[in-house]
């Protein structure tokens, strides 16, 4: 499975993003998407996930609130929707896969750019 994300860029404070993730391959052996993202210095950090089949999320508590994960199931895609940026959300931003009888996130995508000004 081959994830490959889109819907970065500059925005202010305050705004909206939404971000894709459009799965290729083998997307039946789905169980779950994750987003995750990493700062310049910092380490890489878990936003939210999503399950495949049943569409339960999970949410770090540092984005609870904020964003939003769902997916179209048809289209083989998973959203990340980011309302209220924060200059503290800039970071680039990462989709992963975690297939079923795995227990870690296997295939990431190359990541895209999300940069909050105050």
């Known amino acids: 499975v081959q994830p490959v994300e889109s819907g970065g860029g500059l925005v202010q404070a305050g705004e909206s993003l939404r971000l894709a993730c459009v799965l290729s391959g083998r997307t039946f052996s789905t169980y779950a998407v994750g987003w995750f993202r990493q700062a310049p210095g910092d380490d890489r950090e878990f936003a939210g996930s999503i399950t495949w089949t049943e569409g339960r999320t999970t949410y770090a508590d540092s984005v609870k609130g904020r964003f939003t994960i769902s997916r179209d199931r048809d289209k083989n895609t998973v959203f990340l929707q980011m309302n209220n940026l924060k200059p503290e959300d800039t970071a680039v931003y990462y989709c992963?896969?975690?297939?079923?009888?795995?227990?870690?996130?296997?295939?990431w995508g190359q990541g895209t750019q999300v940069t909050v000004s105050s």
């Open positions: 992963a896969v975690r297939l079923r009888g795995s227990r870690d996130f296997d295939y």
